[in-house]
């Protein structure tokens, strides 16, 4: 018999895949396309909440722009998972 995982952790395993994928993504899509990356997002994560996924493209976009190195990434994913959580 295979143990369920709870619905949380694998709500936050999609939330922190989504905002990794944002991160990679970001850099080409932060000027003008971030639609293009709000769609793919909600095309590989079909049962994300749209405000998730609006947050992290808005929040990735925003970070793409102003540039950011690795330390940055890790702090904002943090950041952004405990913002998500809080927002039920």
């Known amino acids: 018999m295979t143990e369920r ?13 989504m905002i990794e994928t944002a991160l990679r993504l970001s850099p080409r ?4 396309d971030s639609e293009l990356l709000f769609d793919h997002l909600v ?6 909440r749209l405000k998730v ?3 992290i493209v808005t929040r990735a976009c925003a970070l793409a722009r102003k540039g950011h190195d690795h330390l940055d990434r890790k702090m904002f994913l943090s950041n952004l998972l405990d913002e998500i959580s809080g927002s039920g």
């Open 5 to 17: 995982k709870p619905a949380t952790t694998t709500t936050t395993t999609m939330n922190t895949q």
């Open 29 to 32: 899509f932060a000027n003008e």
């Open 43 to 48: 095309a590989k994560f079909p049962t994300a």
């Open 53 to 55: 996924v609006t947050l």
